[in-house]
């Protein structure tokens, strides 16, 4: 008794003393929230007073991979059916989860005295493992580097739920066209890209993309290594030079390692293995051995008297310059301003590139 009359005066005193600022300070209180209530009593009966306490059930479902589940709804109103098949279609075409994994909602509907029983049948076209895998993304950097993840590492989808989405297929794409030229070393065939939007409206989507490589994942991963050790070899002959002696004195070895050819492969395996590259390849092998020496290096893709042509963009002493290895270098580097490669009749519209002025 004495310890309660103790632990009360103590309360009443923070209260009345400097301990009322802790009452004025913003807090927040975090508890587990179920989306779906059940039904008192019965843990696998959910229960919906509205309509939208009916979507968020059967939300709560799919979310939980579950094939059946029965709702009792007791919201106030004459056509059930039509209640619950509005409900249906809106998370089936509305839904992002649900627009990406399920394929139809079923449903039974039984009356009672004060509710109406719902046993519901869910039917998907996506597996579990699908659905767990989906990785939650917001802003561009964020799916860039899911997407330079899933290509350097040559997975075959990756699956992102992104907010505040107001772009298209297309512009996924575009970034995943990115992502493959800003790791060099991994780029052994563009793969072939489809893109999905679920649902095809709203600011909240799941957006599926699917890789296609050119090759299987055995022999990618396979010249994924020899390109490595290739680049590690080259690298050491490299060791203890720095700046711009460094990044010309890569580009001659680079260049002595294999030919220009317009007809040549696309990627660097190609200059390494084969002894010759297009300058899609080139620019490629450059740039994955300026990331092996901690250089500053981009790939840039445009034209060269109107026919499609790579480069790179490189960091030096002076900023950033263009440098194109399909020239040839003879003592020194072919570095350029913006301006001076546009008069030599380049053209790109690359806005991820740094300006070079």
């Avoid at 003393?17 to 009593?41: F, Q, W």
């Avoid at 917001?138 to 899911?146: K, N, Q």
């Avoid at 396979?222 to 590690?232: D, F, I, P, S, T």
């Avoid at 440098?323 to 519209?349: F, K, M």
């Amino acid at each position: 008794m004495k310890r309660r009359l103790l632990g009360l005066i103590t309360a009443l005193l923070l209260l009345l003393t400097g301990c009322s600022a802790l009452l004025e300070r913003e807090y927040s209180h975090v508890t587990s929230h179920n989306t779906a209530p059940t039904v008192e009593g019965d843990s696998s009966t959910l229960r919906a007073d509205s309509y939208q306490e009916l979507v968020n059930a059967l939300v709560y479902l799919v979310s939980t991979g579950a094939e059946e589940g029965t709702i009792r709804l007791y919201a106030d109103t004459e056509n059930v059916e039509t209640f619950l098949s509005d409900a249906c279609l809106e998370v089936v075409q509305e839904d992002p989860l649900g627009a990406y994994c399920v394929e139809f909602i079923t449903y039974r509907v039984d009356p009672v005295v004060t509710y109406s029983q719902a046993d519901v049948h869910i039917t998907y076209r996506r597996t579990r493992e699908q659905v767990a895998a989906i990785v939650q993304a917001t802003g561009v950097t964020a799916i860039r580097s899911e997407l330079g993840s899933a290509l350097s590492s040559f997975a075959p989808e990756r699956t992102l739920r992104i907010r505040y989405f107001e772009e298209d297929e297309a512009f996924i794409q575009e970034l995943a066209r990115q992502a493959y030229y800003d790791a060099p070393a991994c780029a052994l065939g563009m793969p072939k890209i489809s893109v999905s939007l679920y649902p095809g409206s709203g600011r909240q989507r799941i957006v599926e993309i699917l890789l296609n490589y050119p090759l299987d994942r055995a022999e990618l991963e396979e010249r994924q290594a020899v390109l490595a050790a290739a680049l590690e070899d080259l690298a050491g002959e490299l060791s203890g030079q720095t700046g711009d002696a460094l990044l010309l004195n890569a580009a001659q070895v680079l260049l002595d390692t294999g030919d220009y050819d317009p007809q040549g492969g696309s990627t660097a395996y190609d200059l390494f293995e084969r002894g010759s590259a297009d300058s899609e390849g080139l620019a490629l092998a450059f740039a994955a051995l300026c990331q092996q020496l901690e250089l500053h290096c981009q790939v840039a893709q445009g034209t060269l008297e109107d026919e499609p042509h790579f480069w790179t963009v490189v960091q030096t002493g002076e900023g950033w310059r263009h440098l194109d290895l399909s020239a040839g270098v003879e003592g020194e580097l072919p570095l350029y301003t913006d301006l001076q490669l546009r008069e030599l009749g380049y053209e790109w519209e690359d806005s991820s590139l740094p300006s070079c002025v």
